[in-house]
């Protein structure tokens, strides 16, 4: 009999610290999240408390710099430490994300929400409120770039579910 992988760690990296939700596929419960230092980041990931990843990866937009080049570093050591793990990985690019929520961007006679906030309502609208601290909902603590690794991973999932 085959168990099912429904543990995903969805990854959001940057130079500094990482944004992560540890959430089950089938269920969507939520299991963990925040944003840390990529040194403890790297420690935890080393555990393998998951079944699958999803990682935001850098993708080429015409910008360069320290951070960009260090960013790209953290999603090679993640991948590195993925493929050790021999856990399955998927490499989500934001435009992807982007498309599958169907952001829209600001024109020349319309301006539009960012891209994260329209995300974050996306998300919302599918899962439920954040509530507050006497009555949390289903995103409470959820903030900055919580919300989009969130969204990597249900872009993933929702992608395997279609079959891509």
Same mark, same amino acid.
């Given at each position: 009999?085959?168990? !099912?992988?429904? =543990? $995903?760690? !969805?990854i959001d990296p940057a130079n500094k610290q990482t944004a992560y939700v540890l959430f089950d596929k089938n269920t969507w419960e939520i299991y963990d999240k925040g944003i840390i230092p990529n040194r403890e980041f790297?420690?935890?990931?080393? =555990?393998?408390n998951f079944d699958k990843v999803a990682l935001e990866i850098i993708v080429n937009m015409g910008v360069s710099g320290r *951070?960009?080049?260090? *960013? !790209?570093e953290y999603v090679g050591i993640y991948t590195y430490i993925t493929n050790t793990l021999q856990k399955p990985l &998927?490499? $989500?690019?934001? /435009?992807d $994300?982007?498309?599958?929520?169907?952001? &829209?961007?600001? *024109?020349?006679? &319309?301006?539009?929400p960012s891209?994260?906030?329209?995300?974050? /309502?996306?998300?919302?609208?599918? @899962?439920g409120e954040v509530g507050t601290k006497a009555k949390p909902?289903?995103?409470?603590? @959820? &903030?900055?770039?919580?919300?989009q !690794?969130?969204? $990597?991973?249900?872009y993933a999932v929702d992608k395997e579910k279609q079959g891509d």
């Open positions: 009999m085959r168990v !099912a992988l429904s =543990k $995903v760690l !969805a790297i420690e935890m990931i080393e =555990k393998g *951070t960009l080049f260090e *960013t !790209a &998927k490499r $989500v690019r934001r /435009t $994300v982007k498309k599958h929520f169907k952001v &829209k961007r600001s *024109t020349k006679h &319309k301006k539009q891209a994260d906030s329209q995300i974050r /309502t996306s998300l919302i609208e599918r @899962f909902g289903y995103f409470y603590g @959820f &903030k900055a770039d919580i919300w !690794a969130f969204a $990597v991973g249900v």
